[in-house]
């Protein structure tokens, strides 16, 4: 196997952390510590709630833009500071190119969510709660961000690798959307009379990511066992989704004339 | 630039920096005050449909859950025994928590309370209480809290001593629901609301719950039940009394001197009981003991 995208991946994070991008870490920190003062005070009985359900959601936000407004420049980047020039000279193919920033960017958000993770551990301490079992279940959500991430991040790349960063963010935000609500499209088309429309949404529902698959955010919050074999479907949903779009993006960019 | 010019440009900004954020806060205060006299500050919910609020959430539904339960606490705070207040949100504020996160068990329980309270402690509502804690039981069947909470609802509030004695005992069956729940159940459905089962009640809310303002409101009920107890029995010591001398006791001192009290009793607060004229035994106007309403309804304490 290749073994030429690894350098590219590993200054694709150099240069994610040479831009300051995991400054948002303080933000999450500054979150985290808010909410375990606040929340107390403020409301009654949620203060293990807050802490999780506020701690996971931002990992999710946080790493939803980084992975969209990186990953979008990802390409264009290279081209516009004309690096990709003197990289393509190298015996780097354009595929290796695209998998190493892919795998670049994800290692930084794994990294970032590792990091907020161990941050979300320290409110849930500081909130005066003794870890329990059922805390190892806030790490498949957070599993389940990752695997999300890694999709949203595969969708921005392989826009990015034939449109503008601008409508590359617009279409993996309407790509996003789009997946999130999978569900109420297949039903809005049950609702119809019409076969012709109900066959459509369904075409949809099973064409498009459904980003919902991701979401452990309440079931980890309640402490509700997450069944292994759900894990092992949505990684491989992930995994199957993210090649077919690697795949599709390289295929773009090996056509794509950089003159 | 020299050092001098550099160090004066340092100390402009620091000085600037401050001002300006100064004059900002304090033009706020005056556009807030203008605001207010123009358009008075309402409480109110631009989305009224769970439903919808959960379709817009993206998925983030619990964390909106956790804000709209935190609205639901300061909504209910802020108008807590305020004379006037009503409490028209509450139930939407309610109903779109449990909607967006149908498992936060706190949000039933309290929520119930919210609403059931009479008066200026509540929204006086205990059939939507019922509604409340009922759909919590259809969302989270193995939580015996919740059946609990509706024997409670039930017993207290409604007065159908029956369906109290159902709720104590699904929650008895329910896994981990203490077993006490069936003798109180079968002592509910035997005895219904006498004094003595209410007291039971009271004491296990007192015992078994963390909350310090849920253990205060218990106690101030639990000593309002033992003065009505009391009370009780001195209504009977007086009609003795009036049996042998033609006339109602005018104090505890004349039945101390007849024999027919050892001591001089005191309320749960210490302060000694009176009569009226009609012989009844009350609180001390000094005592801050305050009997729960519709205690009249219940049946004399069983011994």
Same mark, same amino acid.
């Given at each position: 196997?290749?073994?030429?995208?690894?350098?590219?991946?590993?200054?694709?994070?150099?240069?994610?952390?040479?831009?300051?991008?995991?400054?948002?870490?303080?933000?999450?920190?500054?979150?985290?510590?808010?909410?375990?003062?606040?929340?107390?005070?403020?409301?009654?009985?949620?203060?293990?709630?807050?802490?999780?359900?506020?701690?996971?959601?931002?990992?999710?936000?946080?790493?939803?833009?980084?992975?969209?407004?990186?990953?979008?420049?990802?390409?264009?980047?290279?081209?516009?500071?004309?690096?990709?020039?003197?990289?393509?000279?190298?015996?780097?193919?354009?595929?290796?190119?695209?998998?190493?920033?892919?795998?670049?960017?994800?290692?930084?958000?794994?990294?970032?969510?590792?990091?907020?993770?161990?941050?979300?551990?320290?409110?849930?301490?500081?909130?005066?709660?003794?870890?329990?079992?059922?805390?190892?279940?806030?790490?498949?959500?957070?599993?389940?961000?990752?695997?999300?991430?890694?999709?949203?991040?595969?969708?921005?790349?392989?826009?990015?690798?034939?449109?503008?960063?601008?409508?590359?963010?617009?279409?993996?935000?309407?790509?996003?959307?789009?997946?999130?609500?999978?569900?109420?499209?297949?039903?809005?088309?049950?609702?119809?009379?019409?076969?012709?429309?109900?066959?459509?949404?369904?075409?949809?529902?099973?064409?498009?990511?459904?980003?919902?698959?991701?979401?452990?955010?309440?079931?980890?919050?309640?402490?509700?066992?997450?069944?292994?074999?759900?894990?092992?479907?949505?990684?491989?949903?992930?995994?199957?989704?993210?090649?077919?779009?690697?795949?599709?993006?390289?295929?773009?960019?090996?056509?794509?004339?950089?003159? | 630039?020299?050092?001098?010019?550099?160090?004066?440009?340092?100390?402009?900004?620091?000085?600037?920096?401050?001002?300006?954020?100064?004059?900002?806060?304090?033009?706020?205060?005056?556009?807030?005050?203008?605001?207010?006299?123009?358009?008075?500050?309402?409480?109110?919910?631009?989305?009224?449909?769970?439903?919808?609020?959960?379709?817009?959430?993206?998925?983030?539904?619990?964390?909106?859950?956790?804000?709209?339960?935190?609205?639901?606490?300061?909504?209910? @705070? *802020?108008? $807590?025994?305020?004379?006037?207040? %009503?409490?028209?949100?509450?139930? &939407?504020? +309610?109903? /779109?928590?449990?909607?967006?996160?149908?498992?936060?068990?706190?949000?039933?329980?309290? @929520? *119930?309370? $919210?609403?059931?309270?009479?008066? %200026?402690?509540?929204?006086?509502? &205990?059939? +939507?209480? /019922?509604?409340?804690?009922?759909?919590?039981?259809?969302?989270?069947?193995?939580?015996?809290?919740?059946?609990?909470?509706?024997?409670?609802?039930?017993?207290?509030?409604?007065?159908?001593?029956?369906?109290?004695?159902?709720?104590?005992?699904?929650?008895?069956?329910?896994?981990?629901?203490?077993?006490?729940?069936?003798?109180?159940?079968?002592?509910?459905?035997?005895?219904?609301?006498?004094?003595?089962?209410?007291?039971?009640?009271?004491?296990?809310?007192?015992?078994?719950?963390?909350?310090?303002?849920?253990?205060?409101?218990?106690?101030?009920?639990?000593?309002?039940?033992?003065?009505?107890?009391?009370?009780?029995?001195?209504?009977?010591?007086?009609?003795?009394?009036?049996?042998?001398?033609?006339?109602?006791?005018?104090?505890?001192?004349?039945?101390?001197?007849?024999?027919?009290?050892?001591?001089?009793?005191?309320?749960?607060?210490?302060?000694?009981?009176?009569?009226?004229?009609?012989?009844?035994?009350?609180?001390?106007?000094?005592?801050?003991?305050?009997?729960?309403?519709?205690?009249?309804?219940?049946?004399?304490?069983?011994?």
């Amino acid at each position: 196997m290749s073994t030429a995208p690894m350098p590219v991946a590993v200054n694709t994070f150099r240069e994610a952390v040479r831009d300051r991008v995991l400054y948002n870490l303080v933000f999450f920190a500054l979150l985290m510590i808010g909410a375990a003062i606040l929340v107390g005070q403020i409301s009654i009985g949620i203060d293990r709630l807050v802490i999780i359900n506020l701690g996971l959601s931002a990992i999710s936000v946080f790493g939803l833009v980084m992975a969209i407004f990186i990953g979008v420049g990802l390409v264009s980047k290279e081209i516009e500071k004309r690096t990709l020039y003197s990289l393509l000279a190298q015996p780097v193919r354009r595929w290796e190119f695209l998998v190493g920033k892919y795998a670049g960017l994800v290692l930084t958000l794994v990294v970032n969510t590792s990091f907020m993770t161990l941050g979300l551990a320290a409110a849930l301490f500081y909130v005066g709660r003794p870890f329990v079992r059922s805390d190892a279940l806030i790490l498949v959500a957070v599993y389940f961000i990752l695997l999300e991430l890694a999709l949203v991040t595969a969708i921005a790349l392989f826009f990015s690798c034939f449109s503008t960063p601008m409508l590359s963010t617009l279409f993996t935000l309407g790509i996003y959307v789009t997946g999130i609500f999978a569900s109420d499209i297949r039903e809005f088309g049950d609702l119809t009379k019409s076969p012709g429309l109900k066959a459509l949404t369904r075409v949809i529902y099973y064409l498009v990511p459904n980003f919902h698959n991701f979401n452990a955010i309440a079931a980890a919050s309640h402490g509700e066992a997450i069944p292994l074999v759900l894990v092992a479907q949505n990684t491989l949903y992930a995994a199957l989704y993210i090649t077919l779009l690697l795949v599709a993006a390289s295929a773009v960019f090996s056509r794509r004339n950089l003159k | 630039m020299t050092g001098t010019m550099q160090m004066r440009s340092l100390w402009s900004v620091l000085i600037a920096v401050p001002s300006l954020f100064a004059s900002i806060a304090l033009l706020q205060m005056r556009i807030d005050a203008e605001t207010r006299s123009i358009a008075p500050q309402k409480d109110d919910l631009l989305l009224r449909s769970p439903a919808a609020i959960q379709k817009m959430s993206f998925g983030y539904d619990s964390l909106l859950a956790d804000i709209y339960w935190t609205r639901a606490v300061q909504y209910y @705070g *802020a108008r $807590f025994n305020t004379k006037g207040a %009503t409490y028209e949100l509450l139930w &939407p504020l +309610l109903d /779109i928590t449990t909607t967006l996160d149908p498992k936060m068990i706190v949000a039933y329980r309290f @929520g *119930a309370i $919210f609403l059931s309270e009479k008066g %200026t402690a509540g929204a006086g509502r &205990p059939d +939507l209480a /019922i509604e409340l804690v009922k759909r919590g039981i259809a969302a989270n069947p193995d939580e015996w809290h919740l059946d609990y909470d509706l024997g409670f609802l039930y017993y207290w509030r409604i007065k159908d001593y029956e369906s109290a004695a159902k709720s104590f005992l699904a929650a008895s069956k329910k896994p981990n629901g203490p077993q006490w729940l069936a003798v109180t159940a079968a002592r509910v459905a035997q005895k219904g609301g006498s004094l003595e089962t209410s007291r039971i009640i009271w004491s296990e809310i007192y015992e078994s719950n963390k909350d310090p303002k849920i253990r205060e409101r218990a106690l101030e009920t639990l000593q309002g039940l033992k003065a009505a107890q009391d009370e009780m029995g001195l209504d009977q010591i007086a009609a003795e009394y009036q049996k042998r001398f033609g006339r109602f006791p005018a104090s505890v001192a004349e039945l101390r001197s007849a024999g027919l009290l050892n001591g001089v009793p005191v309320d749960p607060l210490g302060y000694p009981y009176v009569f009226g004229p009609d012989g009844k035994a009350a609180l001390n106007p000094d005592s801050a003991v305050v009997i729960p309403q519709d205690l009249n309804s219940l049946p004399a304490p069983s011994h």
